[in-house]
């Protein structure tokens, strides 16, 4: 599976399409906000692959991290950030 992401140039907003073989960055999607040709903005693939692995450094005790919605709600429940997440 594959994210592209788009970004308006004029508007900024930024939109997201998943596609499951490589998409064909000439044609991007028109920005649903304001109706602009948004720009493709290419993104390491492995932004968007998550393994589980045991998180160490970021809580009291290792947490084996299932997915990244585990994490995001980990760390939302302690109140810090990963870097994982951005
Ligand atoms: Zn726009």
Do not use: Q
């Amino acid at each position: 599976m594959i994210v592209a992401c788009y970004e308006c140039p004029k508007c900024g907003h930024e939109m997201e399409d998943v596609f499951v073989e490589s998409p064909a960055s000439e044609h991007c999607p028109l920005c649903s906000k304001c109706g602009k040709r948004t720009i493709w903005v290419p993104k390491p693939p492995n932004v968007y692959v998550f393994e589980p692995y045991v998180e160490e450094h970021l809580f009291e005790k290792p947490v084996l991290i299932e997915s990244k919605e585990h994490l995001r709600t980990l760390s939302r429940e302690r109140g810090v950030t990963s870097a994982a997440l951005e």
